[in-house]
Each structure stands twice: as C-alpha cells, then as structure tokens.
C-alpha cells in the first residue's frame, strides 16, 4: 500500500495552496498531519470513507478544506490564506480499518502514511 503527497511548494502569505494524496488502494479514514521544523507532528484536518465527516484543527478552520475522491483514491487539502505559521511537511494518513477518526486521533491511530510535501510560506 502506498500513499504519496504532493502539491507543496513556496507560496506568499495570504496565498493559496491544494494538496492531493493518491492511494493505491481504496481507504477509509483519511487525514493530514504537518510537521514543523523543530516541532511535533500535529492533525491539521481528517474525513470520512465517504466524505460526509470532517474536522479541522482550531489553527486551519476557516482557511483549509479536506474532500476526497473515491473513485480516484484521492484525498485533497485545498490551503488558503495561508500564514507563515503553517510552513510545515504536510504528510497524508490513512486508515484501512476505521471509517472515521476524529479531530483528536493522533499519528500513531493511522496505519498508512505518505512521504510528506513541503509548505513554504514567506511572510
């Protein structure tokens, strides 16, 4: 099983960008987690098999979305307004076991994981 991230890059405050994870297999649970320099691995957001659940970390609400699409095995993190606070590796996860997991499920709850993409946003 495979996941892989992509869709970071270098973008200005206030600016926009949309993350997107493939699987190479259908998942259930799927979420994003970013790591900051120095910093803890932290949830940023997390939906269900079927989309209809979300949750969002108090930091993202309002500026990020999380949506998939099954028939792609594809989950997506559309970023805006984004602040320097948010430069962080963004790593995907995914749970082949759990059609939900919520806001406070950590890292070590999904049994799937990408190899993260870099968010650099400049100030």
């Known amino acids: 099983v495979q996941l892989q991230a992509y869709g970071g890059g270098l973008v200005q405050a206030g600016g926009s960008l949309r993350l997107s994870c493939v699987a190479s297999?259908?998942?259930?649970?799927m979420a994003w987690f970013r790591q900051a320099p120095g910093k803890e691995r932290e949830f940023v957001a997390t939906i269900s098999r079927g989309g209809g659940s979300t949750a969002y970390a108090d930091s993202v609400k309002g500026r990020f979305t999380i949506s998939r699409d099954n028939a792609k095995n594809t989950m997506y993190l559309q970023m805006t307004s984004l602040k320097a606070e948010d430069t962080a590796v963004y790593y995907c996860?995914?749970?082949?076991?759990?059609?939900?997991?919520?806001?406070?499920?950590?890292?070590?709850?999904?049994?799937?994981w990408g190899q993260g993409t870099l968010v650099t946003v400049s100030s």
């Open positions: 297999i259908s998942m259930y649970a």
């Open positions: 996860a995914a749970d082949s076991r759990v059609w939900y997991r919520g806001y406070d499920a950590g890292p070590a709850e999904y049994n799937y």
